[in-house]
């Protein structure tokens, strides 16, 4: 047999493994229960996919990124390894004996499929030689994605109990990594852990009456790859429209974006065609780019866990790179209120849970593996509900193993034409963008004269060089006019039921857990804001605290006062604050004015001197808010 470093060239082209990789493998070959922490960037996945290429059987991949697991089945087929993901859309019965009979390397699914009676019933016959638990922190209750089937996979165990077990995690805290060994019920582990120091990113945070102009300021001189973060779909599209108007090159990325849109802006961006990616927070989850020099955060993530996620995302070739999380005052409020202000109580979760189960037409007793196309905006409405809240307690519910939910954007057409192809043909004489579209609808389409039919809209896009928005409108005008007939709907959320409806005993466990739920959410929103907030300890080491990594070495890289040199503060001080009464010396001004008349020091430099010369009594606040020299 080859050794791990011959197939790792092989399949993925490199000479040598990063850091810890090669040990976990050695490890893994050995058939030992084994955990593995390893940072964003680390190689994880590679610690599973490479020992199943060399050893007989499948390696059962358990994961709750239906996404991710899309793209690595993907990625290993692209390679030549047979990989497959269970599914919703077929029979469990059937793919399992593709399995079985196909010589399958990896098999990917939910913990709550595999943990079905049907998979249970068949798996000591798949020829399982291990599994791999993928995102294991979401084992713990005290983990940022809590899933409770996560704690079930045990049971797997007990029915292949001479079955190893590799878990592996991006970020867990020391309570959460003794949960996950515990959980998985693992003998003599061996624990991995590389540290998250990441030397060679710059983690600053900036505070900014003004984050739209110190974005472009700190983009607009910048020809690398990079993120730019927002809390929202509709700010990546604003966001991106800003830096395009300040020639940055920019494209905006979220779960809304079809499919085909969704992957050509990915392939701009790996190409760099496109240098900044505007996007909300599930973007760069499984894409491996190692140029990205710059992470942009415009508002508060949800935990220092998902932060720490998205800056890892940058200098992974080992190169320099700089991240920024752009501060207001007010953001404390923003991220209370975001994430703890919809957080729902017992009654609304019930009130939601039976609402979408009367709108999706689904009976008591029935559910299990049905998946329904769902519109939230249209849901909200017909029951009144408030989006963001509903949003909240969907997400709840799904932790709980009743459904998986995928947000997408998929628009749907059916098309029923009224007249006979001579009457139509007479009506696309002309050289209109509806004509264009309905002979483009005519030809990639077959028996389009004698029933109803079901559009590909992504190809009348693509072939006719138009956007959804036109096809729509030349389609609702031809059904105005009475010349077709149009069964049109746009779903936002695909809902896959992974248990049948059984009102009371499927939300006992989540509606038992509720406080609990609530009080972790809070107590790692305090946790971020912290962070966030704090001017004086390096940001790197603020970081590694909260892993149980505790170091005295700060990283000098960051603009927390401790890790700036005490002359170079002194230093810009004394200067900014001359430039402050120099700039005020004309009349009183607001901080954001200041900001953009020293363009030469940062945001961060002049909000801290300036503080200083208001607790001196140097400068005082005028009733609109405006700074003044105290003469």
Not at 382 to 411: C, H, R, W
């Amino acid at each position: 047999m080859d050794s791990p470093k011959a197939y790792l060239k092989k399949y993925w082209g490199y000479d040598t493994f990063r850091s810890k990789q090669e040990a976990i493998i050695d490890r893994v070959l050995e058939n030992k229960d084994t955990v593995a922490l390893l940072p964003t960037g680390g190689g994880k996945s590679v610690c599973y996919q490479l020992p199943a290429i060399m050893s007989e059987g499948c390696t059962l991949v358990i994961s709750p990124l239906i996404a991710l697991m899309q793209d690595q089945v993907e990625q290993m087929n692209t390679k030549g390894i047979k990989s497959m993901m269970l599914t919703n859309t077929q029979a469990l019965g059937i793919q399992l004996d593709n399995c079985l009979y196909g010589n399958f390397k990896l098999l990917y699914c939910s913990p709550e499929k595999a943990l079905s009676t049907e998979f249970k019933l068949r798996i000591k016959g798949l020829k399982i030689n291990r599994i791999a638990v993928d995102e294991a922190h979401c084992i713990s209750e005290w983990g940022n994605d809590f899933r409770p089937a996560f704690k079930q996979i045990k049971n797997l165990r007990t029915l292949l109990p001479e079955i190893p077990v590799l878990a592996v995690t991006a970020t867990a805290t020391p309570k959460v990594l003794d949960d996950i060994i515990s959980s998985l019920e693992l003998e003599e582990t061996c624990l991995f852990q590389e540290s998250f120091v990441r030397s060679n990113i710059s983690i600053n945070t900036l505070f900014t009456e003004d984050k739209f102009g110190n974005l472009i300021k700190l983009l607009s001189k910048n020809n690398k790859s990079g993120i730019v973060y927002c809390g929202s779909r509709k700010m990546t599209e604003q966001v991106a429209k800003i830096l395009q108007h300040n020639q940055v090159s920019s494209a905006f990325f979220h779960g809304g974006r079809t499919a085909s849109e969704r992957k050509e802006l990915l392939y701009d961006w790996l190409t760099e065609k496109t240098k900044i990616m505007v996007a909300t927070n599930a973007f760069g989850m499984g894409v491996d780019k190692s140029e990205v020099a710059t992470i942009i955060h415009l508002n508060l993530p949800s935990s220092i866990e998902n932060y720490f996620q998205e800056v890892g995302r940058a200098g992974r070739n080992g190169a320099p790179a700089k991240t920024f999380l752009l501060l207001q005052q007010n953001d404390k409020n923003r991220i209370r209120d975001q994430f703890l202000g919809s957080l729902p109580d017992k009654e609304f979760i019930r009130l939601c849970y039976k609402n979408l189960c009367n709108y999706l037409n689904i009976a008591y007793g029935e559910g299990n593996e049905l998946i329904s196309n769902f519109s939230l905006s249209a849901f909200c409405k017909t029951y009144d509900l408030n989006p963001k809240k509903a949003l909240t307690t969907l997400s709840y519910i799904e932790q709980e193993g009743v459904f998986n939910l995928i947000q997408y954007n998929k628009q749907r057409a059916t098309v029923k034409f009224l007249l006979n192809q001579n009457q139509i043909l007479d009506l696309l004489k002309d050289q209109s963008v509806t004509s264009k579209v309905i002979q483009g609808i005519i030809r990639n389409h077959d028996d389009v004269y004698t029933s109803s039919f079901e559009l590909d809209l992504e190809r009348i896009v693509r072939i006719n060089q138009v956007s959804f928005k036109t096809v729509i409108q030349a389609l609702k005008q031809w059904h105005k006019e009475g010349n077709l007939i149009l069964d049109y709907a746009q779903t936002d959320i695909q809902i896959q039921w992974l248990v049948p409806r059984e009102d009371q005993y499927t939300l006992a466990p989540l509606l038992k857990r509720l406080e609990q739920h609530h009080q972790v959410k809070k107590e790692k929103i305090e946790a971020m804001i912290t962070f966030a907030f704090s001017t004086d300890r390096c940001k790197q080491k603020q970081i590694l605290s909260y892993f149980g990594e505790h170091t005295f070495k700060k990283c000098g890289q960051c603009n927390a006062l401790e890790c700036l040199p005490k002359k170079q503060v002194k230093t810009a001080q004394i200067q900014i604050k001359n430039r402050i009464v120099e700039e005020l010396q004309n009349g009183a001004m607001s901080l954001k004015e200041l900001d953009q008349s020293i363009a030469d020091y940062t945001t961060f430099e002049i909000g801290e001197t300036i503080r200083m010369q208001l607790n001196s009594k140097e400068l005082l606040l005028t009733d609109t808010n405006k700074l003044k020299l105290n003469i």
